[in-house]
């Protein structure tokens, strides 16, 4: 059964399912979905279990779908896929995730394609599942889900706040996330188009968003300047690396692709037209070898984070803006 993202955060009950798959970048509604799913199970007092899974290394896979033990509580295990599976893997997720288990399942993909959604693989797996699929928004889509944030938040904006919000953080929720935290620490919950401006002014300088405009613009100063502010807050150096590799994904689709097909590239990624020609820009004036180096400095940067290797992140992903930026 496939549910958006409003069907699933909606439903009452979810834990009696067996086995979740969420597919889909946008962090935010992707971040909302698996808390309410850890949430409910652990509510359960289930076990938690995560593991990330790579094409070299089926051994999780494998020990959790063997492990059988009368006397141990009920698990619930997540796997995160960093890219999209290969055949090898594809046969492992099918022939483990679908064997007879007391385990429930939670299968976290990133980077996966519109057409890889009706691969013979996926559709055996996505079969005996409840699959979330992860849009990213446009502005309606934003501001129902701005709508969404605030009944949980307890703030109050009016029609026209929010539009100014929506359009300000151009489908960047993990931007708008962070902004409504910011308001909701002031002394009044209730913000109009007017009284929610100084904010959006205040935040801009130190948030997401404005990385990622600084770099498809090439502003070398600001774009240091904008990272080293977030880098100061805890815990962002994931969602900076995201981004990172978005910007780099799409530009490296344009310069595969006839330009014909860049509006479609657009599209698919969100990209909102005051941005295009800066995208455009980027692909134009970046090698395919410069994509690729960052992309592999990337990958270093994620083995950073995840500590399978030592290395200090804050200055990697200042030397990845730089070379980026140059």
């Known amino acids: 059964m496939q549910l958006s993202y409003f069907d699933f955060i909606k439903k009452p ?23 309410k799913i850890i949430t409910a199970f652990k509510d359960k007092n289930y076990e938690i279990a995560r593991h990330d899974l790579a094409e070299q290394n089926h051994n999780d896979l494998y020990h959790e779908a063997d492990s059988l033990n009368l006397f141990a509580m009920d698990k619930l295990v997540q796997f995160s896929l960093e890219k999209p599976p290969q055949k090898s893997l594809q046969q492992a997720l099918v022939q483990n995730i679908l064997k007879p288990s007391d385990n429930v399942y939670l299968l976290i993909f990133n980077g996966i ?20 699929h992860i849009y990213q928004p446009n502005i309606t889509n934003a501001i129902n889900i ?3 944030e605030l009944e949980q938040s307890g703030l109050s904006l009016d029609r026209e706040a929010i539009q100014i919000l929506a359009q300000k953080t151009e489908g960047n929720l993990i931007a708008t996330k962070q902004i409504l935290k910011l ?9 109009d188009a007017q009284t929610i401006k100084p904010f959006l002014h205040e935040h801009a300088s130190f948030d997401i968003f404005d990385l990622s405009d600084a ?28 981004t990172i590799k978005k910007e780099l994904r799409i530009v490296s689709q344009l310069q595969t692709t006839q330009q014909t097909y860049h509006q479609k590239i657009f599209k698919d990624n969100n990209v909102w037209a005051s941005k295009q ?16 180096n960052n992309l592999k400095r990337c990958l270093d940067i994620d083995l950073c984070i995840k500590g399978a290797i030592k290395g200090n992140v804050s200055l990697k992903l200042n030397e990845v803006i730089f070379y980026l930026t140059c």
């Open 277 to 292: 020609k800066f995208y455009s820009s980027l692909a134009n004036r970046l090698s395919s070898e410069a994509i690729s």
């Open 183 to 191: 308001l909701s620490r002031q002394d009044t919950s209730s913000f």
């Open 146 to 148: 701005i709508n969404h």
């Open 215 to 242: 770099i498809l613009m090439r502003q070398k100063a600001k774009s240091l300047t904008i990272l080293n502010n977030i880098l100061t807050e805890k815990d962002k150096s994931p969602l900076i690396l995201w």
């Open 113 to 132: 394609k519109k057409q890889t959604l009706t691969t013979k693989w996926f559709q055996n797996l996505a079969q005996e599942a409840t699959h979330i």
């Open 13 to 35: 009950e979810v834990t009696d399912t067996k086995l979740f798959i969420v597919t889909g970048d946008e962090p935010l509604q992707r971040h909302n979905v698996v808390e």
